[in-house]
């Protein structure tokens, strides 16, 4: 499993696409008062000179040996720009960048959210994401420090018994089942951004929604299976929809129960989030369990670390969120507590190129 290598280079950042990995560590940086445009572009030409290596399982210069022998681990290292490192660049901010709002029941921690630069690790290996992590730290010093970082953890195949098994969450549910697919249609619009689209540095670039969502476990595990189920609109078990089938069948959302009562009831997760529901609205979500120990009320610090890539998050996420948040029955049994927004640029397709690269040069 440590010899897994998933390209560094592509026309889009590796994170985005890649398959579940075990370990997905995210980490804000903010630059360090007085770095200058050229100490930035120094850093991300070094930063993917450096990521290239470590995905394939090779040291930078300078190495600290922590993952020595450990193989690339299926790592990716993927690098997001906030809206206030724009502004400290001087850069026009896009319109999909603009702050996220305020989401109602939201209980944001200023201090764990936002951040001029977003990185995230993901590897099958916990050595090889904290290695990597170090080493990014390391090159950056004097020009960006980290604000904040997390990590999560989920199940890969190799570790489940069956293979192919979508992962499940903290709540026991089996989690992305929904989420869109590379050869779906319209699956390049809904999680790129466009040709044609400004700023031209996006182009082939995602937005990326991080939000960090504790779940209420002890009362949600008080719930009744039942109840859990119609909450989300699919059995726990398998994962089908309540309106039949196996996984991945399509649900249908009229579906009446033997007593007349909607089969997907109006306030489960999976009507409210759907594309349905949201005017098309489409994310690619990618989710890292997180478990960081007991509260001093005794409830687990624990959750969700979700991600999701959109070509705009106003139509994608925004409106998704603006909907859950006020009538979906699970927003009961969680809370959103960090948020931060970054602009993905595209991949690098030449060894010569670095990440941001045409937005670096333009200043
Ligand atoms: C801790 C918080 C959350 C949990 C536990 C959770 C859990 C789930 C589960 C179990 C499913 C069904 C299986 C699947 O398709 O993956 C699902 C679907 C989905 N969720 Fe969530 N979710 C959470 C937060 C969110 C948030 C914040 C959003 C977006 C704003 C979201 C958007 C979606 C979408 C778009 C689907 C697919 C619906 C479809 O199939 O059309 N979820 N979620």
């Not at 466009?194 to 182009?203: F, K, L, N, V, Y």
């Not at 008080?222 to 189920?229: A, S």
Request: charged content about 20%.
């Amino acid at each position: 499993m440590g010899e897994r290598h998933i390209p560094f280079d592509g026309p889009h950042q590796a994170g985005v696409l890649a398959p579940p990995a075990a370990q997905g560590w995210f980490a804000a940086f903010d630059l360090t008062k007085g770095a200058t445009p050229a100490r930035v572009k120094e850093l991300l030409r070094t930063w993917t000179r450096d990521a290239r290596l470590m995905t394939t399982g090779r040291a930078p210069s300078g190495d600290d040996s922590m993952a020595l022998g450990h193989g690339p681990s299926s790592l990716t290292i993927t690098v997001g720009f906030g809206a206030s490192f724009l502004r400290s660049l001087g850069a026009p901010v896009p319109g999909p960048l603009e702050p996220l709002p305020v989401f109602p029941r939201d209980r944001l921690d200023a201090r764990r959210g936002d951040g001029d630069i977003g990185v995230l690790l993901t590897a099958d290996d916990a050595v090889v994401a904290a290695h990597a992590l170090r080493a990014l730290v390391r090159t950056a010093r004097g020009t960006a420090d980290v604000r904040w970082q997390m990590k999560g953890f989920n199940a890969i195949e190799g570790v489940t018994v069956k293979r192919g098994t979508t992962p499940r969450n903290l709540m026991g549910q089996v989690d992305g089942t929904g989420s869109p697919r590379p050869d779906d249609p319209g699956f390049d619009a809904s999680v790129f951004a466009g040709p044609e689209s400004d700023p031209a540095w996006m182009r082939g670039g995602s937005y990326l929604v991080f939000r960090r969502i504790r779940m209420l476990l002890d009362e949600w595990d008080v719930l009744p299976r039942v109840r859990q189920e119609q909450v989300i609109g699919r059995r726990k078990d398998t994962g089908a929809p309540l309106s039949g089938g196996t996984e991945f069948t399509a649900f249908d959302l009229g579906r009446q129960r033997a007593d007349g009562g909607l089969a997907i009831g109006p306030g489960a997760h999976v009507r409210q989030a759907s594309a349905a529901a949201n005017s098309g609205a489409v994310i690619l979500r990618k989710g890292f369990s997180y478990f960081d120990g007991y509260r001093a009320d005794g409830t687990p610090d624990a959750g969700l670390l979700f991600l999701a890539f959109q070509s705009d998050p106003r139509n994608a996420f925004t409106r998704i969120q603006q909907r859950l948040a006020l009538a979906d029955e699970l927003s009961r049994f969680i809370v959103h507590e960090s948020s931060a927004l970054f602009a993905v640029p595209p991949g690098v397709t030449h060894p010569a190129a670095y990440l941001g690269q045409s937005l670096v040069e333009a200043l």
